[in-house]
Nanobody, 126 residues
């Protein structure tokens, strides 16, 4: 089993920045793919960014591509999401997820990730 614990969420004004962290632990604390998803009220969970655990291509969704960066520190078992120039539409619960590649890449939907953190709330005010 793997446990994922997110932190770093909060309330900021538009234009501000936050850095989310996700620490993985457990007997099976490794997964080839790590990702950040978010879910706003009344909307489906959507992928924000994903990466291969051992390094390699990263994916950032178009809506945040110029503002968000995904990175990792494997020595610490930690995944990060740096979020700059936040907008009100970024308001959501952000989730860390871990899983296997789908079709050879880490760009699968939420259903392809079996391990999830509890989520951290990000609120951006205008």
């Amino acid at each position: 089993q793997m446990q994922l614990v997110e932190s770093g969420g909060g309330s900021v004004q538009a234009g501000g920045s936050l850095r989310l962290s996700c620490v993985r632990s457990g007997a099976m604390a490794f997964a080839p793919c790590m990702a950040w998803f978010r879910q706003a009220p009344g909307k489906e969970r959507e992928v924000v960014a994903s990466t291969q655990t051992g390094g390699g291509p990263t994916y950032i969704t178009d809506a945040v591509k110029s503002r968000f960066t995904i990175s990792q520190d494997n020595a610490k078992g930690t995944l990060y999401l740096q979020m700059n120039n936040l907008k009100p539409e970024d308001t959501a619960v952000y989730y860390c997820a871990a899983g296997e590649p789908l079709g050879g890449s880490c760009t699968g939907p939420a259903s392809s990730y079996p391990y999830w953190g509890q989520g951290t709330q990000v609120t951006v005010s205008s």
